[in-house]
């Protein structure tokens, strides 16, 4: 059984995560998000001008020292010179970071843990936050409960990860969602100097995602490094800049040994 949390809230980052993460805190009842800080003023004003009633501050010793959570939902680097600035206290401390080990809040509460959401964020476009998995973890049984009780309020989707499974699915989405979109961006590009557009893709991306949630990515993989087409990749790679060409032979490279592995 869970165990519910409430009172003041205060986000430190106001980011992409943060974005979504503070207005469906601020939705629930018996919270309040009262401060935003971010080192940019315009970027703490901005998300808490969509908030009921937070107020922004770019001063890190403004911080309010009385609130009953922290999220802090910055980049890894900044996490631990943030917590050496803070005292410790009894408040709940959590952190949004899929890399980052529940203990780098230790010294800011014996109440700290990890909120972890495994999305891709962008600031302007809408999210339906209750579909979005929830990995979580606490410092002690009745922290994560804790934890827990919240996210379950937040998604339908919530789960306990340690550290090591948190770390793995990060990689994970590096590999689904950053590495993909920006074979998308260089897709978009090269489509560009032939006067057309990544619209032309959509057809085929929609499949490629389809199979791949259908069945699995590995049985809906084609093309010439699968076949092993060699004449095929050789034009290509002849076609291409230098940079895009050692990236389209590294690929092709991992793809043809995944599938021929066996043969080797």
């Given at each position: 059984m869970s165990i519910s949390v409430s009172g003041k809230v205060v986000f430190i980052g106001a980011g992409n995560v943060a974005s979504h993460l503070a207005p469906a805190f601020d939705s629930l009842d018996g919270l309040e998000v009262v401060q935003v800080f971010s080192r940019s003023f315009d970027s703490a004003k901005r998300l808490a001008d969509v908030l009921d009633s937070a107020v922004a501050t770019d001063d890190v010793d403004s911080i309010i020292d009385d609130a009953d959570i922290y999220v802090v939902s910055l980049?890894?680097?900044?996490?631990?010179?943030?917590?050496?600035?803070f005292p410790i206290g009894e408040a709940l401390w959590l952190h949004t970071s899929g890399s980052l080990p529940k203990e780098m809040l230790a010294p800011l509460s014996f109440r700290h843990?990890?909120?972890?959401?495994?999305?891709?964020?962008?600031?302007?476009?809408d999210v339906d936050i209750s579909k979005v998995p929830i990995f979580i973890e606490g410092a002690t049984y009745d922290v994560e409960r804790e934890i827990f009780g919240?996210?379950?309020?937040?998604?339908?989707?919530?789960?306990?990860?340690?550290?090591?499974?948190?770390?793995?699915?990060?990689?994970?989405?590096?590999?689904a969602c950053n590495f993909v979109n920006h074979m998308w961006s260089v897709a978009d590009d090269l489509l560009h100097e032939e006067g057309l557009s990544i619209e032309v893709l959509h057809p085929l991306l929609e499949e490629t995602l389809r199979k791949a949630m259908m069945s699995s990515p590995s049985?809906?993989?084609?093309?010439?490094?699968m076949r092993g087409d060699n004449a095929v990749?050789?034009?290509?790679?002849?076609?291409?800049?230098?940079?895009?060409?050692?990236?389209?032979?590294?690929?092709?490279?991992?793809?043809?040994?995944?599938?021929?592995?066996?043969q080797n």
């Open positions: 980049v890894d680097d900044a996490v631990e010179s943030l917590v050496s600035r843990g990890v909120f972890y959401p495994l999305q891709t964020f962008s600031r302007d476009v919240l996210a379950e309020r937040i998604s339908d989707k919530v789960f306990v990860a340690d550290g090591k499974r948190r770390r793995n699915m990060h990689i994970a989405a590096v590999f049985e809906g993989q084609t093309g010439p490094a990749m050789e034009r290509h790679i002849s076609l291409l800049p230098p940079h895009l060409a050692k990236i389209y032979s590294l690929l092709s490279k991992s793809i043809y040994e995944y599938y021929h592995h066996e």
